[in-house]
């Protein structure tokens, strides 16, 4: 694994789920991420970690074609994505039950509504809670919720935005532990963005760095005290929790 | 008043309050009420052309729901911006090509016996918008959440896009008849926010919206006839009832 800059992408190799190159997105001439190269093999658990405004969201969205962009995003073909984004567009107070949305996923898909309830086990998610309105959901069961709705359509890679925002402590370490169990039962490819940069060296195999300078890709060792203060622009401390 | 103009406007308001739930949910509740203003102009230059004003609101509406589809591309204030020139400048464009006797009427809405060709259209078009929201109330729903997430699930997220606006715009002329470019929007509109404040659900929100809206023109059908004035606003006035009357039962 290991970044590259321009250039054609070489022959299609099996192992990448996801060959990215010389990708570019600006928005009304401001530049947000500038000519990015980086690939992610199949079943890696990346995590992409920047400071606010490095293009973290655009990247994904742009990976799951939502916006416009130059260079060249490669799927492996039969890649199938599960998006759970950081930002909804929906109100709070519709009345849309969590069971709602997720019958909705099953019909699109063609699949069992049996399925429902086997992916609200999965994600931890109690039935009662499924039957509430989703604005009346907590931050955490929100976010189960949008799991489980991307479990549904069977995904072989999950680009997670943040998904423990918004949720406190002891949960989020719930949601991470329930998340990386997905992954591991289910083979799956993972993207995360976060700003904890504790669970990088829990979970991650790769880091995806982005900044206002050039962006980094590599294992979790390659994150030094310098590599971050040339990201952050400040000093930043990395805390190993985890193995 | 025949039992056939009484079946053909409440089922038209059925597919109001269908249509208007995701109208109220998609916040879209301004532009969709100035989009039936459109209608005007083009009843006036088909009232001039001696052709029935329903193709020329039909014609209007269709391009109406084409402009904001455009514009919903865009960021959401420039779009409430031109969606609030464009569609007065039709109201009162509408106004100048259409006078006296029409020009009411258009507005408001009229009692009576409906043609041959009103019943079918109002007939077909109902079925269309009915059948429109229901199958596609799954992908609408998601799409609603997350436009990402939809796009992620296969949805087509620009096609549902048009097909919903143009559901709407044809929604908007099915009730032309009734009530009129002023008062339309409202029918789509208020059942459509009065179940959403009932429901906690959607299928309850849906099941409510249509109930409310057809409940509303039946009665108001009713009491036009009774009371000799046009059905229109007696139909919104009952609709605005009933929906103060949730908000004073439960607090938003």
Known sequence: MHTRRGGALPPFTVPNILDVADLSVAFADASVLSHLSFSVRTGASVVVIGPNGAGKTVLFRALVGAIPFTGEVRWAEGTRIGYVPQKLDIERDVPITGRDFLKARTVIGRGPASDISGALDVVGLSDAASRRPIGALSGGQFQRLLIAFALLGHPTVLLLDEPTAGVDGPGEERLNEMLHRVQRERGLTMMTISHELTIVHAYASDVLCLGSGEAHFGPPTMLTPDLLRDVYGAPIALHDHGR | ??????????????????????????????????????????????????????????????????????????????????????????????????????????????????????????????????????????????????????????????????????????????????????????????PAATAKRLSSNLTTMLVAACGLAAGATGLGMVLSEWMRREPGPIIVVISAVVFVATTLRRPA
Do not use: K, Q
């Open chain 2, 1 to 190: 008043m025949g039992a056939e103009a009484m079946l053909v406007a409440t089922g038209a308001a059925a597919a109001a309050g269908l249509i208007g739930c995701f109208a109220v949910m998609r916040r879209m509740v301004l532009a969709g009420d100035a989009l039936s203003h459109v209608a005007l102009p083009g009843m006036g230059i088909a009232l001039a052309l001696h052709i029935h004003p329903l193709f020329g609101a039909l014609a209007m509406l269709f391009f109406g729901a084409l402009l904001v589809w455009t514009l919903e591309d865009r960021t959401r204030v420039a779009t409430e911006t031109v969606v609030g020139v464009v569609f007065s400048a039709a109201l009162a464009l509408g106004s100048m090509l259409a006078s006296g006797e029409n020009l009411l009427e258009a507005l408001l809405g009229r009692p009576g016996a409906l043609s041959g060709a009103e019943a079918i259209f109002g007939v077909v078009a109902t079925a269309a918008v009915v059948a429109f929201v229901l199958l596609r109330r799954h992908h609408l729903v998601v799409a609603l959440v997350s436009r990402d997430i939809a796009r992620t699930a296969g949805i087509n997220v620009r096609l549902l896009d048009f097909l919903y606006l143009e559901a709407f715009a044809l929604t908007v002329a099915l009730g032309l008849r009734y009530l009129g470019v002023l008062l339309m929007g409202s029918l789509i509109i208020i």
